[in-house]
């Protein structure tokens, strides 16, 4: 079946420094979206991309979607302490009809 | 308008004994999806409906796992025979169409089986 890994799996920065997750689906997908959970939290919707080679800009986050459309990544420039917690990508592929999440990226931000 | 909520938000029960557990949609929304998300993993698909039919029942467990929604909107999450390993926080998400649309979820039932 589907897979969907991310990759680190955890990332601890300075505050003010860059940070980039990576998102790899085993299959082609539909379209695929962001979650951000904070600590004790539920998972809160960022974005979706769904065209190949898509980029979205939030503020200070970048969203792209690779050209094959199995790799996303998700790139925070100039990190605030608010950014702390775990970054999911969660892939819909050709055939199904329901997400697959990845393992997620923790995210520490340090003052 | 309201988002999605789920209750218990905590339930503690033993080994063995059988629970359900609740989840409330965003009015209008016709997908719902029942996931499983253990400590530092990601959520995991348990269910999706559409309306009040099981679309995709592929990621329940086991058969000790069941859920229903008889009028498309509030679900019930059933678990029976409960084991320590179903120990997880179960959450609820809802979208207005189908699995391209945004997902709101709720804040999860923490389940601890002892």
């Known amino acids: 079946g589907q897979q969907v890994m991310q990759i680190p799996q955890y990332q601890h920065v300075q505050e003010g420094e860059d940070f980039t997750t990576y998102c790899n689906s085993s299959?082609?997908?539909?379209?695929i979206q962001w979650y951000k959970q904070r600590p004790g939290g539920h998972p809160v919707f960022l974005i979706q991309?769904?065209?190949?080679?898509e980029v979205k800009k939030q503020k200070r986050l970048t969203f792209q979607f690779g050209e094959a459309k199995k790799n996303s990544s998700l790139h925070i420039t100039a990190t605030q302490t608010t950014d702390v917690g775990t970054y999911f990508c969660?892939?819909?592929?050709?055939?199904?009809?329901?997400?697959?999440f990845g393992p997620g990226t923790r995210l520490s931000v340090l003052p | 308008g309201a988002g999605v909520s789920q209750t218990p938000s905590n339930k503690v029960t033993e080994k063995g004994k059988y629970v359900e557990l609740r989840c409330d949609p965003i009015?209008?929304?016709?997908?719902l999806y029942w996931y499983r998300q253990s400590l530092g993993q990601g959520p995991e698909f348990l269910i999706y409906?559409?309306?009040?039919?099981?679309?995709?029942d592929s990621g329940l467990p086991n058969d000790r796992f069941f859920a229903v929604r008889p009028e498309g909107s509030v679900s019930t999450l059933k678990i029976q025979r409960t084991e320590r390993g179903d120990s997880a926080v179960y959450l609820c998400?809802?979208?207005?169409?189908?699995?391209?649309?945004?997902?709101?979820f709720g804040p999860g039932t923490r389940l601890t089986v002892l």
């Open positions: 991309l769904v065209k190949s080679g």
């Open positions: 299959t082609t997908l539909s379209n």
């Open positions: 009015s209008g929304h016709t997908a």
């Open positions: 969660a892939g819909l592929d050709n055939y199904g009809q329901n997400f697959v």
């Open positions: 998400a809802s979208s207005l169409g189908d699995g391209r649309d945004t997902q709101y």
């Open positions: 409906f559409q309306g009040t039919g099981a679309a995709d």
